[in-house]
């Protein structure tokens, strides 16, 4: 006689749509056996399985399955992720006795798809994450794990807080309803070590630990006993640390920091490094002034600018050269593959030297040319300003300190033209000699505007004769002053062509082109 667990397969292996031959192969059963049992299902009509055009599950003769009536129910808990596992466990309780096997066979026969633990994780928090599961359903799921209140601040920030926070909310939610931080790693694209860290969190100091985004403890960039570290290895040569270097690079001060035990990584060295004010700089080379006397001086010709009435002229004097004229080098604008080149050796085709002034408040340029630098072209070019500025009340002649510039010779010619009779006779104005300190060229606002001239015509220049490059020195100049007589601008305001800082008397400019 059939035990009642064999006949349960034969009926559900039947309502599978199979024959009775089949049914026989699987169960090991007579095929007349199997007919005597379906017969008496059907009330003695045996069961030839389906007729064409009918399927197994459209042919329901004979007694239904104990599971028949669970089956939406059993569905819909497996849409929702329920495991097999649950799913019989749930059944068992409610009474079913069948086998495992027979309740496999029902979901197969019901085209039932159950999920693997992973799926379940992954299709859970993908549903929390959408906000397709409500904050009810939510807490049935997570049970006595969580607070209500707990549960609500976790939906709140998995709902509207940004990324990091968000992750760190439903890692708590998905550990409330038993799913492994592998399977939250892997969906919220987080390491394990990641999510098994907020989940330590959580059980140490609850939920605020775990949310928020700030440390309680200082930064290491922050740190002065880090700070203390880096400054002490940076204030040495790189050479004391066994670098054979002359200036330090973040590597070296890494290295150097590593072997005395300090673990703090570039990015913070660079922080502190910066937050101090320090900076990698390239050197800028510059002219220092070697005069006792210079702050002096310096504050003197600040005071007459600062003053300076509009019947007042300030002139900032100095010669150009002399430089030769002959095929000159020079940045140019090259096609691709073509170098320019300059014959080492060449014939000058003359010298010059031309000296100039340059009045600040007009910023306008007067010039001649000379043949040497001595006093006797400085008295000729204090009697070419005296005569083009007759009017002015004064004058004043700022120039670096070489011996031409204050020979007794030309303090004489001073001392004549300033004399009354002298400036009644010729209407001309005082002057006033406001020198510069001693070997501070840098100060000489005039050599920015010969740097400038120099960039506009003289690099990459082949002038034929020095007259040639006199005609493109004096049409220069006349552009130049041209333009700020149309647009009066005091010097400094604004630049000319090419000049490679503001020309204005600035304690901090260096108006001397080291080039040139």
Same mark, same amino acid.
């Given at each position: ?22 049914? *026989? ?23 030839? /399985? ?14 239904? *399955? ?35 096997? !027979? ?10 798809? !159950? ?27 997570? /049970? ?12 709140? *920030? ?21 799913? !492994? ?76 920091? *590593?072997?005395? /035990? ?255």
């Amino acid at each position: 006689m059939l035990k009642e667990k064999d006949r349960w397969a034969i009926q559900l292996l039947h309502r599978a749509g199979n024959s009775i031959r089949q049914i *026989s192969k699987v169960t090991r059963h007579n095929r007349n056996t199997i007919g005597n049992v379906l017969a008496s299902l059907s009330f003695g009509a045996p069961d030839e /399985g389906p007729s064409r055009g009918q399927t197994a599950t459209q042919k329901r003769s004979g007694r239904r *399955s104990m599971l028949e009536p669970l089956k939406e129910v059993l569905l819909g808990k497996i849409r929702e992720g329920a495991s097999r596992a649950e799913l019989l466990l749930d059944l068992r309780r409610a009474g079913f006795t069948g086998s495992r096997q !027979t309740f496999d066979r029902f979901l197969h026969a019901s085209n039932a798809r !159950t999920f693997t633990m992973a799926e379940r994780a992954k299709n859970w928090m993908h549903l929390v994450l959408q906000g397709a599961r409500s904050s009810s359903q939510i807490k049935k799921d997570v /049970g006595d794990a969580l607070t209500d209140e707990q549960i609500t601040t976790l939906l709140k *920030s998995v709902r509207t807080e940004p990324l990091k926070t968000r992750n760190r909310a439903l890692t708590l939610l998905a550990h409330g309803i038993g799913i !492994t931080p592998a399977y939250i790693a892997s969906f919220l694209c987080i390491t394990r070590s990641t999510a098994r860290r907020y989940i330590s969190y959580f059980k140490r100091s609850g939920i605020p630990c775990v949310l928020a985004r700030t440390r309680k403890g200082v930064r290491k960039a922050a740190d002065p006993g880090y700070a203390a570290a880096v400054f002490k290895v940076l204030h040495a040569p790189p050479s004391a640390f066994g670098f054979n270097r002359t200036t330090w690079r973040v590597d070296d001060l890494h290295a150097a920091l *590593s072997k005395q /035990g300090v673990a703090i990584c570039k990015a913070n060295i660079q922080k502190i490094i910066k937050d101090a004010g320090y900076r990698f700089r390239k050197a800028r080379r510059v002219l220092t002034s070697t005069d006792p006397e210079y702050r002096e001086k310096l504050q003197k010709i600040k005071q007459i600018l600062a003053n300076l009435k509009a019947d007042e002229k300030f002139f900032s004097i100095d010669e150009y050269g002399p430089f030769s004229v002959k095929i000159m080098g020079g940045r140019a604008l090259m096609r691709p593959g073509e170098i320019r080149t300059i014959p080492e050796r060449q014939k000058s085709k003359g010298s010059l030297i031309a000296t100039a002034a340059l009045e600040l408040s007009t910023n306008q340029v007067s010039h001649f040319y000379s043949e040497k630098k001595n006093t006797d072209e400085m008295i000729r070019l204090l009697e070419l300003l005296i005569s083009q500025y007759r009017g002015q009340t004064r004058v004043f002649l700022s120039w670096d300190a070489a011996s031409w510039h204050a020979s007794k010779k030309f303090f004489g010619r001073v001392a004549e033209v300033n004399e009354p009779a002298y400036r009644a006779e010729h209407g001309t104005p005082a002057v006033e000699p406001a020198p510069l300190p001693s070997c501070a060229q840098f100060l000489n606002v005039i050599e920015a505007v010969f740097s400038g001239m120099a960039r506009a015509i003289i690099h990459n220049s082949d002038y034929a004769s020095v007259d040639a490059a006199k005609a493109a020195i004096d049409r220069y100049f006349a552009e130049r002053n041209g333009h700020f007589q149309k647009h009066p601008r005091r010097a400094g305001n604004k630049l000319w062509r090419m000049e490679r800082i503001e020309p204005e008397f600035n304690e901090s400019n260096n108006c001397k082109d080291p080039g040139w």
